[in-house]
Every structure is written in structure tokens, then in C-alpha cells.
């Protein structure tokens, strides 16, 4: 047998690949994700002027009543869209996992659909049907009927209700599946009816995929941009004041908006705390012996669990429906003239080629990335358990805690002086969408690559292979599926992304979602629907590659 090259030593360190290859992950993660955090957390307690420490910016957050309603409105719609999604997502959980019900696969495609198509999207469909010149409002005004706005908290919660709820949908579903059905028998021959044993038993054993759905929901509330400034008028948020103290600070140090970030932080965190505190107080655990039963319903109940089930979805697809029916609609300025063509989609062509181009070019380009750091971080985590592999593992879950608002934040203060001057290029863009959505393509080649032995890299190094070819000959080819399937996440989620972008374009590196939301604004509403298209149906190809390359369609998306 070959025996195995030693590694090299340089100043008493022995090196090998994967020496050098967490080395650099360190390096990466340390540049493109700490520094840039930890700059927006110096800028709010230092004075610009005299690089004092102070806490005045955080005494204007928490005294100055501008920035209290801020958070008042952030936290109430957080909790109201969360309360919402969750009342729509445990009972479509519960019916479909419990009850024979038709279509569940198309319920649950949908669900997905829903789930990846980007909130703001669904914000300014609302308007074209229930704006002030919307479809659904001048149809009742024509016979005399007062539609309720859409503006404002109300419009708010019913976006995030409907964009939220298959988060808190798929996990409910997939923990429902292995609950141990004695309990429930238990409780039934206790005297529990189906409502009784719900709440008292099948509700606390799902519980932890329940608050998990829900904190997910409530972190991307009070991160969202996009739908409270398109349907917020004058009703503000954490996450569009800190863009406008942005706007109002350019050029000098946004010591506002990076303390507003910091606080929207902040809220995420300690919400993720609480929730792991609550769980830590309970066991929750059960056998996966005796599984539920599908039961099969009669008479008017099978009727309302259809009717719940499908309905939900379907309202939840409406907006996307809607953009892309009135995407072929003529206009007139702001007003859809009724008319059928293609205008708009010349407008589009002519006028926001770029935004296209940009958009795939800049989400291609991380996603490349994304494909690479992920099979190497994902080997670490797996194979190379220690101390630096776990303090990495837990780095992978910041992204998710950052608003894209503090991070694009940081990515300015960071990256836009000196020498490391990246402001206006398409590098930032890039950079910030890798970091972004690193996570998804981390989350799915880790899960993959705990199902393929070391046995089978442990031989392909004995027969003399370098740590190197191993990998890229033997785990690579085994990992292929959860790497595809986490870079078509990464993508769908990157040419969606907003918030940072917003913050980060300039006029030669516009996206279609900062095209999209700029259209808006202008009232080029038939722009911005056939963009909205686009960006729709190019997220559609990849959830059905999604669907046709894994194994388990629903465990793709959690």
C-alpha cells in the first residue's frame, strides 16, 4: 500500500488541504460577513465627528417617538403577519397530513410557488386589485360598494399572512407524520374530543416545528422592505426608516440607519432566544412507531377541509396570478386600458434590458460560488468535527438572523473606503448575494453528505489518491444532488433579493427586483408586471428542477 504523504509544516503547523481550505473559509466568512457586521455595530456607538464612544444614537431609537412608532408598527405587524401565517399554516398542515385530502401534491407545489416568489411582488398586486384604481375596487365601486384600503397595517399583515404561512405549512406537515399515535388514542379514551386532543396533545408535540415555522416568519417580517414601503404610505417600519435615514445620511456615515439595522438585529436574535429557551424547558420528543392514520371525511366536513385547503393556496397564488395577467395588458400611463398585447414586454426590452442581464449575471455568478464554498464547508462540518468546524456550522445561521438592510449597510461602510473602494461596482452586488444565501446551498450538502459513508473517501486516499482528488473524484459526484438543489435555492432566492440590493445598485447595476420596485413608485405598472413575469416564471423553472432532481420535494425548501 502507497503510504501517505505528510503534510507540510510551516513555522511548527503541519498544513494539508483541509488545513488550508478552513484557513480560507475563515478568511472568507471573516471578510465578507463579520467585518461588515462588526462595522455597522462600531458606527453606532461611535461619534463621527470625534470618534467619542456614545450611546446618543440609540437614545434617539428608544426616546425620539419617530423611531418608537417605528417599532411599535414593526413589532405589531412581525407578530400579527407571524399569528396569521400561523393560523393558516398549522390547519392546512394538520388537514393535509391527517385526512385523505385530493391534490395535496398541488397543494403543497403551490405552497412552494407561494413560498419563493418574492414579497413585494404580492404587495403591488394587492394594489392592481385593491389600489385605489385596482380591478376588485372599481368593480364594487361601479355598483356602489366601498372596498376597505389596502394601505398600511392591514395590507401589511394580509401580504406576510399569505407569503409566511408555507414555512410554518411544510414544517407542521413533515413533524405531524411522526407523532406516535398513542397519545392521541390515549387522549381519546380519556374522553378528549378532535378538538381537545389537539390542542392538548398533537399541538405541544408538533410545537417545535410550529415556533420554528413562526420564527422564521417573524425574522422575515421584521426584516421585509419591500412591502411596507409599497403598501405602507406613511405607515413606517424599522426596516424603511432605516433605509430613508440611509437615503438622508448618503455620503457622510449613516450612524442612524446602521442603529436602526443594529435594533432590527437585535429583535431577530432575541426572538431566536426566547423560542430556544421555551423549547429547552419541555421534552417534545416521541418514538416514530405507530404513526397516524390517514382518515378519510364525509359530508360537509370533507366539503370545508377542501374548501380550506385549496382556498388558502389558491388566495395565496392570486397575486401571482394577477401580476402576470395584467403583465399582458395594455396601459396608458399608470391605467390598464383593458386591451390585450405585448407592450409592455417591448417597454421592458427596451428600456430595463439591463435589469435582466444584471440580475442573472450577478445571482449566476454567486451561485458559483455558493456551489464551491458549499461542498468545502459542508466537508468541514461533517467530516471535520472540532472546535473551528462548529464555530463555522454556527456562523452558517447568521445570515439568517441579518436583515438584508443591515447587511447592505455594512457592505458600505466596509467596502467603500481606502483601496477596498468596491461602492457602484458589481462586485459588491455579487459578494453580498454569496454571503446572503450561502446558508441554503451549506444547509443541503451538509444533509447529503451525512448519508455517504467516510469509508468510501478513506479507500480512495489508501489507494493513493491526495485529500484533493478524493474529494473532487469520490464525495463530489455523491453530493451532486444536494449541491444542485442548494445552488437552484441560492438562485431563486438571490434574483429575488431586494433589500441590499436597493441599497447597494447604482444606475449600471439595477436589478429586476430594484427595477420592479422603482416601476412601482413611477406608476409604469405594466413594467413592473412584466417584470415581475419574468422573475415569476424564472423562479417557477427552478422549483420544478427543485422538484425533479430531490428526493424529498418538501425537505428541499426547510
Wanted: with cysteine.
Amino acid at each position: 500500500m502507497r503510504a501517505l504523504a505528510k503534510p507540510r509544516s510551516f513555522f511548527g503547523f503541519s498544513l494539508d488541504f483541509w488545513s488550508v481550505t478552513t484557513l480560507v473559509v475563515i478568511a472568507v466568512l471573516a471578510i465578507l460577513l463579520i467585518l461588515p457586521i462588526a462595522s455597522v455595530f462600531l458606527v453606532s456607538f461611535f461619534d463621527p465627528e470625534t470618534g467619542r464612544f456614545t450611546l446618543e444614537n440609540y437614545v434617539q431609537v428608544f426616546t425620539r417617538n419617530y423611531y418608537i412608532k417605528g417599532l411599535y408598527n414593526s413589532l405589531f405587524v412581525g407578530f400579527a403577519g407571524t399569528l396569521g401565517a400561523c393560523l393558516l399554516g398549522v390547519p392546512l398542515a394538520y388537514f393535509t397530513a391527517r385526512f385523505e385530502i385530493r391534490g395535496k401534491t398541488f397543494i403543497s407545489t403551490l405552497a412552494i410557488l407561494v413560498l419563493v416568489s418574492p414579497p413585494f411582488i404580492g404587495a403591488y398586486a394587492w394594489i392592481m386589485m385593491f389600489g385605489a384604481n385596482g380591478m376588485i375596487t372599481n368593480f364594487f365601486k361601479a355598483i356602489g360598494i366601498a372596498t376597505p384600503t389596502i394601505y398600511g397595517a392591514k395590507g401589511i399583515i394580509l401580504v406576510y399572512s399569505l407569503k409566511f404561512f408555507p414555512f410554518v405549512f411544510l414544517m407542521t406537515k413533515t413533524a405531524l407524520a411522526s407523532v406516535n399515535k398513542s397519545f392521541e388514542d390515549a387522549a381519546e379514551n380519556l374522553g378528549c374530543n378532535a378538538v381537545e386532543r389537539f390542542f392538548k396533545v398533537t399541538l405541544p408535540l408538533v410545537f417545535p416545528a410550529v415556533s420554528t415555522g413562526a420564527i422564521i416568519c417573524f425574522v422575515l417580517s421584521i426584516a421585509e422592505f419591500g412591502t411596507p414601503a409599497i403598501l405602507g404610505r406613511g405607515f413606517r417600519t424599522l426596516s424603511t426608516i432605516a433605509y430613508s435615514a440611509y437615503t438622508s445620511e448618503l455620503g457622510g456615515t449613516p450612524k442612524m440607519a446602521v442603529t436602526v439595522s443594529l435594533v432590527m438585529m437585535a429583535i431577530s436574535i432575541f426572538a431566536l432566544i426566547i423560542q430556544r429557551h421555551i423549547l429547552s424547558k419541555r421534552r417534545y420528543a416521541s418514538s416514530l412507531t405507530n404513526r397516524p392514520v390517514i382518515f378519510k371525511l364525509t359530508g360537509w366536513k370533507n366539503i370545508a377541509a377542501h374548501a380550506f385547503c385549496l382556498g388558502v393556496v389558491i388566495i395565496a397564488m392570486l397575486p401571482t396570478l394577477v401580476v402576470m395577467y395584467t403583465s399582458f395588458l395594455e396601459t396608458k400611463g399608470p391605467v390598464f386600458t383593458g386591451a390585450f398585447g405585448l407592450s409592455s414586454y417591448v417597454r421592458v426590452l427596451w428600456y430595463a434590458p439591463e435589469a435582466i442581464f444584471n440580475s442573472f449575471r450577478f445571482a449566476l455568478a454567486a451561485v458559483v460560488m455558493i456551489a464551491i464554498f458549499s461542498g468545502l464547508i459542508s466537508y468541514l462540518i461533517v467530516r471535520r468535527e472540532n472546535a473551528v468546524s462548529g464555530v463555522i456550522d454556527v456562523l452558517m445561521m447568521v445570515p439568517y438572523l441579518v436583515p438584508g438592510v443591515v447587511m447592505a449597510i455594512g457592505y458600505v461602510t466596509t467596502f467603500r473606503t481606502g483601496w477596498f473602494d468596491l461602492s457602484g461596482t458589481g462586485l459588491i452586488i455579487i459578494m453580498i448575494l454569496f454571503i446572503r444565501r450561502l446558508p441554503y446551498g451549506v444547509r443541503s450538502t451538509t444533509t447529503n453528505l451525512r448519508q455517504v459513508k467516510p469509508s468510501l473517501e478513506e479507500a480512495a486516499i489508501n489507494l493513493g489518491c491526495s485529500p484533493l482528488k478524493a474529494f473532487v473524484t469520490v464525495t463530489v459526484p455523491l453530493i451532486m444532488p444536494g449541491l444542485i438543489v442548494g445552488s437552484l435555492m441560492s438562485f431563486i432566492t438571490a434574483i429575488n433579493e431586494l433589500s441590499s440590493t436597493l441599497i447597494l445598485y447604482v444606475s449600471g447595476t439595477v436589478t429586476m427586483p430594484v427595477q420592479i420596485y422603482v416601476s412601482v413608485l413611477d406608476g409604469e405598472f405594466g413594467v413592473a408586471a412584466a417584470l415581475s413575469t419574468i422573475l415569476l416564471v424564472c423562479s417557477g423553472i427552478c422549483v420544478y428542477a427543485v422538484f425533479k432532481l430531490a428526493d424529498d420535494k418538501e425537505s428541499s425548501f426547510l
